[in-house]
C-alpha cells in the first residue's frame, strides 16, 4: 500500500482564504516532500522537509512534520485562482531510494 | 524549469502493438523513475533505476520493462499494448542526500497513452 495518505481528499475554497492539507505516513522517513500538479501536467516539487525538522516556509506555504505522529500539514495562505491543482505528499524513508506518494488533495480555489 | 523531457507527449494505438516512452534528462541525476498514475488518482512507481545498467521493479506490478544504458536516459517499453495499459506516465529524477535517501524529484510532463 501507498506510504502517504493525504486529507481531505477534495477541498474547495473561496480566493483569499486560508487552505490546509494533511498527509499521514506509515514508516519511518528521512525526509518528507509536497507536491503540486497541475491537470494532465507532470508534478512540481513545492518543499522538502527533513525528519529533523518541525515546521518550514516557502512564500505562502508552511509545512509543519510531526514524526511522532507521522503526519505532516501543508498551509496555503490567501489563495489565489491559480493554487487551483493536486498536491501530493511524498517521503523518502531512511535507507531507503524509493519516494512514495499519497493520493493526493484537490485543490479548488474559486474567484 | 526541470531539465527532463518525455515523448511523445500523447500516444493513442492498437493493442498488440510494441511502443517505448522516452526520458532524457540532463541534470546528471543518478536516479530515474517511472509513476503509473491514472487521472485524478496516485501514483504508483513502477521502475526505478540506481544508476547504469540497474533497474528494478516497482511497488506496482507492471508489464512493461525499462533500461539504462545511459545515464540521462530511461525509456520504458511495452512489448504488446492492451486497453488496460491506458494510462499516463510520469518519469522523474533525483539527486541523493548525502548517500541516504532521496530528495526532490524532478518530473517530466508525462506521456499519456490510449490504447484502442
Known amino acids: 500500500s501507498q506510504q502517504g495518505e493525504e486529507d481531505p481528499q477534495a477541498l474547495s475554497i473561496q480566493e483569499g482564504e486560508n487552505a490546509t492539507m494533511n498527509c499521514s505516513y506509515k514508516t519511518s522517513i528521512n525526509n518528507l516532500q509536497w507536491y503540486r500538479q497541475n491537470s494532465g501536467r507532470g508534478l512540481v516539487h513545492l518543499i522538502l522537509?527533513?525528519?529533523?525538522?518541525r515546521e518550514k516556509h516557502s512564500g505562502r506555504l508552511r509545512v509543519t512534520l510531526d514524526t511522532s505522529k507521522k503526519s505532516s500539514s501543508l498551509l496555503i495562505t490567501a489563495s489565489r485562482a491559480a493554487d487551483t491543482a493536486s498536491y501530493f505528499c511524498?517521503?523518502?524513508?531512511?535507507?531507503?531510494?524509493?519516494?512514495?506518494f499519497g493520493a493526493g488533495t484537490r485543490l479548488f480555489v474559486k474567484a | 524549469e526541470a531539465d527532463i523531457y518525455q515523448t511523445p507527449r500523447y500516444l493513442v494505438i492498437g493493442t498488440g502493438k510494441k511502443i517505448t516512452l522516452e526520458c532524457s534528462q540532463t541534470m546528471g541525476h543518478d536516479k530515474m523513475y517511472w509513476y503509473q498514475q491514472d487521472p485524478g488518482m496516485e501514483l504508483h512507481l513502477i521502475h526505478y533505476s540506481y544508476g547504469v545498467n540497474s533497474t528494478e521493479k516497482g511497488d506496482l506490478s507492471s508489464e512493461s520493462t525499462v533500461s539504462r544504458i545511459r545515464t540521462e536516459h530511461f525509456p520504458l517499453t511495452l512489448e504488446s499494448a492492451r486497453p488496460s495499459h491506458t494510462s499516463q506516465y510520469l518519469c522523474?529524477?533525483?539527486?541523493?542526500?548525502?548517500?541516504?535517501?532521496?530528495?526532490?524529484?524532478?518530473f517530466g510532463e508525462g506521456s499519456r497513452l490510449t490504447v484502442l
Open positions: 511524498a517521503t523518502a524513508r531512511t535507507g531507503g531510494f524509493k519516494t512514495i
Open positions: 522537509i527533513r525528519s529533523n525538522e
Open positions: 522523474a529524477s533525483s539527486e541523493v542526500l548525502a548517500g541516504v535517501s532521496t530528495g526532490e524529484l524532478f
